[in-house]
């Protein structure tokens, strides 16, 4: 292992700029909290590949939409398991960002110079609840279709612009194949292409200004 | 164990447990279902409850596997002969009735209207209902399903 890596960074050169990062000095008190960003990375990271392993039998049509999931939950090897591997990641993605976000404010790590940092992490929250949103939508059964109804119905109470963001958001005046496949796109897309930016802003912050303190 | 032998080990139990998930998506990848698509004729009723002039649907059930499933289709008595239309209208999927009044068959869930034949004659329907193969042999009348 060891040395088709020396051979590989031989040529590519990641270890050694990053040997300063990798033995850089951490706060005395750290402890099992400061891992609950790297579990949120974790089911990120799970909730991608799950995903894409969905993406291989999925429709996102509306006369297909719903046979598919159907098929992937019954016929497709392993799809029940990988189904719920995506629903599980992505709800503890939620979790753990809660969770990770709590260790943040106790131990007052958002304090300068780290406050954009915790405006990164505000996005980070604001893309997961989007994502899960857009994806609730996708089995295109009764609960996701009425879901979306009351859920996207909420954009048009906005007051003077509510209903041209209401046709925003579903592609017309009503949910339909329209809406299904602007969910799928933000879904598989459009969310996941901006998580990713935003998480290399995140990391590339975490790791210029170091782990803070603590109190 | 030291720290470093320590954090060896738990890199490579990540590995690993990266190429057993690696296995596990080949494997979900695979094709579950390689049977072909196939036609099959099934006894659906007999020949003395054809329609003697216009449309009658007809509810039959065949053996699936190990199940039974129960499904219907429509058999009209056309101009080239008889006709057996699929019931399943080509919008999205609803199960169109037979109106005898009108002559047409009705689609409960968009108002597609189909003539007699099949053939659209109004609503969202994009095209006409499907005709499913029709057999007569020896006083028995078959009809082929999609399997
Ligand atoms: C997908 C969601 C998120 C992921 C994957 C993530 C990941 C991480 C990781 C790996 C770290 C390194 C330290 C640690 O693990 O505790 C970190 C630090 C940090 N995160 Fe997040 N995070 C997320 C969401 C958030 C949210 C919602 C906030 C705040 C509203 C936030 C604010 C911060 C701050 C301020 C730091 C620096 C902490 C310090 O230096 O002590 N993050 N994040
Ligand atoms: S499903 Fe028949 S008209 Fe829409």
């Keep these: 292992m060891g ?5 590989i960074d031989s040529r590519f050169g990641v270890k050694e700029p990053h040997r300063r990062f990798l033995q850089r000095p951490l706060p005395e008190k750290l402890n099992y909290s400061y891992c609950l960003g790297g579990a949120a990375f ?10 894409l392993l969905l993406s291989i039998y999925y429709v996102p049509s509306e006369t297909e939409a719903y046979k598919s999931v159907i098929r992937i939950n019954e016929e497709v090897r392993l799809g029940w398991l990988v189904r719920s591997t995506h629903k599980w990641s992505a709800n503890l993605l939620i979790i ?13 790590s958002y304090r300068p110079p780290r406050e954009l940092n915790w405006i990164a992490g505000v996005f980070t929250f604001i893309f ?7 994806g609730y939508l996708l089995p295109w059964d009764q609960k996701a279709y009425w879901a979306t109804v009351v859920g996207t119905s909420m954009a048009g109470t906005v007051p003077f612009i509510g209903n041209a963001l209401l046709y925003f958001v579903r592609g017309g005046p009503e949910v339909n194949g329209t ?21 290399c802003a995140h990391f590339h912050m975490v790791k210029k200004q170091g782990i803070s303190g603590g109190l | 164990m030291n720290r470093r ?41 007999d020949e003395e409850e054809l329609p003697r002039r216009g449309v009658k649907r007809v509810d039959f059930s065949y053996e699936y596997g190990n199940r039974t499933i129960n499904t219907l289709a429509f058999i009209v008595m056309a101009k080239e002969g008889f006709i057996a239309l699929s019931p399943v209208c080509s919008h999205l999927g609803c199960l169109v009735n037979w109106d005898r009044n009108k002559g047409e068959f ?42």
């Design chain 1, 42 to 51: 974790t089911l990120f990271l799970m909730s991608v590949v799950t995903g």
């Design chain 1, 128 to 134: 997961a609840m989007a994502s899960g949103f857009t």
């Design chain 2, 5 to 45: 032998d320590f954090l060896k080990r738990i890199i490579k139990s990540a590995l690993a447990l990266l190429g057993l998930s690696f296995l596990l998506s080949l494997i979900y990848i695979y094709p579950a279902k390689i049977k072909k698509k196939g036609m099959k004729l099934v006894h659906a009723f």
């Design chain 2, 106 to 147: 009705l689609c409960p869930c968009h108002g597609g209207r189909y003539d007699m034949e099949g053939r659209v004659i109004g609503g969202p329907p994009p095209a006409p209902l499907t005709r499913l193969p029709l057999e007569i042999k020896e006083g028995k009348v078959f009809i082929g399903i999609k399997v």
């Design chain 1, 96 to 108: 753990f960002i809660i969770l990770h976000t709590i260790r943040v404010f106790i131990t007052g």
């Design chain 1, 3 to 7: 040395k088709i890596f020396d051979w």
């Design chain 1, 179 to 199: 809406t299904l496949i602007r969910f799928y796109s933000m879904h598989v897309l459009w969310i996941p292409v901006m998580m990713f930016i935003i998480l």
